[in-house]
């Protein structure tokens, strides 16, 4: 069964970090992009990063380009986001899922999503 499982999130001051996990099973880890999304209240899920199969190429949407970093751990099946100077509006749900083996598609090219990291940044 493949089953994806987000931690790390929690409560952070404006200017804070956190770092999110993403630990993965049933299914070939390497062979599968890995995104990260999130979703606040009264808002559509959107895309913030991904890394492609392989770990050779990873992209980021432009509100996080320059703070967020994402990075794998194969020999664990785990994909990071290291989140730095957090702002308010990084405020949402945070969650992982596995997509096709090349990043740049969109939410719906993407499957077995995690149950998701609450993220709070307060000002």
């Known amino acids: 069964e493949v089953q994806l499982v987000e931690s790390g999130g929690g409560l952070v001051q404006a200017g804070g970090s956190l770092r999110l996990s993403c630990v993965a099973s049933?299914?070939?880890?390497?062979?599968?992009?890995i995104g990260w999304f999130r979703q606040a209240p009264g808002k559509e899920r959107e895309v913030v990063s991904c890394i492609n199969s392989g770990r050779t190429a990873t992209e980021y949407a432009e509100f996080v380009k320059g703070r967020f970093i994402i990075s794998s751990d194969n020999d664990k099946s785990t994909v990071y986001l290291q989140m730095n100077g957090l702002k308010p509006e990084d405020t949402a749900v945070y969650y992982c899922a596995v997509g096709p083996r090349y990043c740049g598609g969109p939410v719906a090219f993407y499957d077995h999503w995690g149950p998701g990291t609450q993220v709070t940044v307060s000002s």
């Open positions: 049933g299914f070939a880890f390497d062979d599968y992009a």
